[in-house]
DNA sequence: CTGAAAGCGCTTACAG
DNA sequence: CTGAAAGCGCTTACAG
């Protein structure tokens, strides 16, 4: 490959088949004033000189551009990865193109992706927000994950509180009654929603709702953050005998704590996750936690998208949340 | 949010700001044939407006997108997920803006996406192909994870033979003499480059090379077709007392065959792979594997693309090779 | 059934 | 330093 060649154009097209441009164009459309003949032509003439129609063309010309922003926290994480997939499978199925963008977490380039997005003019955008959210009325917002009351037009998040407080009956089942929580910064709403059950749950229960049970990692969910908060619920005199960690990875920082202070899980300290750890069955021990729904949590974002698409942005906001599921493995102590 | 508002265009910035259209252009471009005092204005009217340049105008006149697609076989693993973030940052910083593109690993969607992104007229294409390619004289591409012999403006691999021959001569100096192996088809050049090492290592270190031991899992490396071969090297009369898988997700299929069948890693066979697999700490027992460098990966076939925009595409096409390097833990049977 | 013309929102010679 | 004009490659009324 020495060199770029040229891209043949709709005007290539229709000289080499010889008719004009307005034609070429139809025909290529398959529409139907175009006689069946002439579009054999044009078509020919297209296969002939490998034509792609350009898209950016015809977006300026539509006004629309077939594209879909998708802004992620992270696409490495393994969540949001298949959140993407999902919403792709959907969205490329409905003719859209999906562009995806990190913000690596910070508010500042979530705000920043937005307006690239914007100025490619997508047709919509499906947000899991960082914080840096700002409502826009030039673009519908579907946003997923964490939500933002009363903003875009459709949200999807998990069923955190429903989630938070399977898992703490759990562990009440199995006779604990000292229970730690080791969950993320209440400054967004899954990480508010799972801290605000667990709370709840345990009181629910009618067990005493201890404030130094309660440890929280950083905004990341990082694992490192988790290992710190197990480590100080492990520290403590009376420690519990059973902790809750609000995703996957926390509970990896946190099985590494257990393990560090050569203590046993599930004989000195069980422990249930949210989130079920991909090959979580080969972890040691392997974690009973909330069965992944991220794709699906995708797929339904995108739809809708889709949805607003159609109805033009003016019905009433849908608010769905996914189900979870309990996944019973040996780190509670069943078994 | 109901009803989508009009994006101003530079049409509205300029009358706002009392000038031609083309003044507001240089102005917005910050051009130095514009005085200082008229930037200003031009800059405060496209403020006040909430003005967001069209890209697609814009890259329609110039005939430059500034899109590079990235094509994968599945952005949920976490290999791809890694390369694809690396690339996206180098190219981010350039001014890129990078559509990925999933292909499940079939060869017809993978040459649906190249079409698409050619009639979006990205500027370049990364790829790790899943055997879909065909070199297209229209945009340059860089190939990634599986090469291509003779295509490409540029290739990144890691060094697949040196790793694997790193593997086979750490099991070597446990004293292992019956070595298997659970590798990939040999379609790409990963799959294959990591088989003929295999064989090349083992008769380099003198010992005899059965047929039996060379077990292949399916085209997508899953972890289900990685618990098949372990199976089969496991049911056979004098099986392997060493196993070299070739990637993570085989590892994670073999190590469950082991379990299945009673048997003790690496006590009754040791294990090694290629591949570092993510918290592979945690897992039971602790894997001995490949470093993972994907990310660099990724920043590297960037780096090759952009190169080879400035070049031109006419230099000869550099072919890189990222070393690996040997996590050492328990499933071999150090410690 | 087909074509000439206008226009999507930009950039960029060209002229002044 | 500024503006009028052409053109990127399409689509789509409008006319015939």
New binding site residues.
Partial sequence: MATIA??????D??REA????????????D?????????RRVRDAARRLG????K???S????SSSFVGMIVPDIAIGFYARAVKGAQDVLEQAGYQVLVMNTEREAGRELQALRTLLSHRVDGVLLATSGGFEDSDRVPVVLFDNLVPGSGVGSVARANREGVAILVSHLVGHGHERIGFVGAPPILTSGFERLESFQASVAAAGLSLRSEYVRLGDESWSPSSGERAMRELLALDEPPTAVVTASDTLAFGAIEAVRARGRRIPDDVALVSFDDPLFGDLLEPPVTALARNERELGELAASLLLHAFQTGVRATPAEVRLPVELIVRRSCGCL
Same sequence: chains 1, 2.
């Fill in positions: 040229h891209h043949p154009t709709l005007a097209v229709a010889g008719v004009s441009v307005s034609t070429a164009s139809r025909a290529l459309r529409d139907a004033a175009v006689s069946p003949m002439t579009k034509y792609e129609p350009n950016l063309a015809r300026l010309r539509t006004r």
